[in-house]
């Protein structure tokens, strides 16, 4: 029996990314990506939990979890209120493509 190989998450997205549809398609997620980065780190920073950020802006635990796991697309009006609830404003920048 061949003997599996294994590939550090680098090297895996690396070759993932060598493929040009998996490239596009990963590139055209960039800005969900940078969402869900922003909102992790965020709460991470104010040392909120799931549960005490859903509780400040009036919804429910599972909410957040779904904004943190990209399964859903928040409103302007979601990022608002989570921004509010950390006591944070929100800023939008557009920068040129590489």
């Known amino acids: 029996m061949k003997k ?3 590939s550090t998450y680098t090297q895996f997205k690396k070759r993932l990314l060598a493929k040009p549809g998996v490239k596009k398609a990963y590139e055209e997620l960039q800005p969900e990506f ?6 992790v780190e965020a709460r991470a920073r104010k040392n909120v939990s799931q549960e005490e950020l859903a509780k400040k802006m009036g919804t429910g635990q ?8 990209a399964n859903a697309s928040p409103s302007l009006a979601l990022i608002k ?4 609830a950390l006591n944070l404003k ?8 590489n």
């Open 62 to 69: 599972a909410v957040i979890s779904r904004l943190e796991n």
């Open 4 to 6: 599996p190989t294994y």
């Open 90 to 97: 929100v800023e939008l920048r557009f920068t040129p493509k």
């Open 81 to 84: 209120r989570l921004a509010e």
């Open 34 to 39: 940078a969402i869900v980065r922003a909102i």
